[in-house]
């Protein structure tokens, strides 16, 4: 742990964002002095992680005596990079399924129409060399199953057939939403920058992508989901108490 810590944490690695009423050379000035002397040495390293093997289907439980509900993830590892312009269409299609409680599908069939589940929540995280699809959501035990068919359906119907006109308005309305809300704080601000730097995007990075949501439609959303989601191969772990 030592010996990375030295050889991955180095000036030439490192982005620095400075945010408020700040002069430049007033910053650069107290940068210089924390940070002046420190040089970087040896070669510099390669600290992407490598591309993730797609997943087999497994079924996990972890014991959790402290919980009464059972907290549920379903994941899978896609092949999908941050570059890849399918990330926008899937991002416009995850916020059909959910993001918006009971506007959206999960929240729609798991809790407003059947009341299986006390919370649903499924988000895309993609990264330079890897993603990561997952659903969570949290009920009793009894229901575990019987939510997850429900979820495999929804997916299952994303592939399908074509979001329609009315979900599709309410995902870009959200997303579009979202775009003003990340820019609220100067907390907010540094942190956007410095992912986008982490991820070799433009700072304008925002911007661009709601100029792409607004042209995407939903045989785009389709594609994507059949290109990318592989419903039958989540993997499932399962918190909670330990099964009767």
Not at 62 to 81: C, F, G, H
């Amino acid at each position: 742990m030592q010996h990375y810590y030295q050889s991955a944490f180095r000036p030439d690695l490192t982005t620095i964002v400075v945010i408020g009423h700040v002069a430049p050379e007033n910053a650069a000035a107290v940068i210089s002095k924390y940070f002046g002397r420190w040089k970087a040495e040896g070669p510099k390293p390669n600290t992407l992680i490598p591309p993730a093997p797609t997943n087999s289907v497994s079924v996990t439980h972890v014991p959790d005596a402290s919980r009464v509900q059972d907290k549920i993830t379903l994941a899978e590892t896609l092949q999908l990079t941050r570059t890849n312009e399918d990330y926008y269409a899937l991002q416009l299609g995850n916020h059909v399924l959910g993001g918006g409680f009971y506007a959206t599908r999960l929240y729609r069939d798991l809790r407003e129409k059947s009341g299986l589940v006390y919370f649903v929540d499924s988000s895309f995280n993609i990264g330079l060399t890897r993603g990561i699809y997952q659903v969570e959501y949290a009920c009793d035990p009894p229901n575990v199953s019987k939510a997850r068919a429900v979820i495999l359906r929804d997916l299952a119907d994303m592939r399908s057939k074509k979001v329609t006109a009315r979900e599709l308005h309410q995902a870009r309305l959200m997303l579009l939403r979202d775009i003003p809300l990340a820019e609220s704080s100067v907390d907010y601000i540094a942190q956007g920058w410095l992912a986008y730097s982490t991820l070799g995007l433009p700072l304008d990075e925002r911007v661009r992508a709601g100029r792409i949501y607004v042209k995407l439609d939903a045989k785009d959303v389709q594609s994507a989901f059949v290109k990318w989601l592989r419903p039958d191969d989540l993997v499932q772990v399962t918190q909670g108490p330990v099964p009767k």
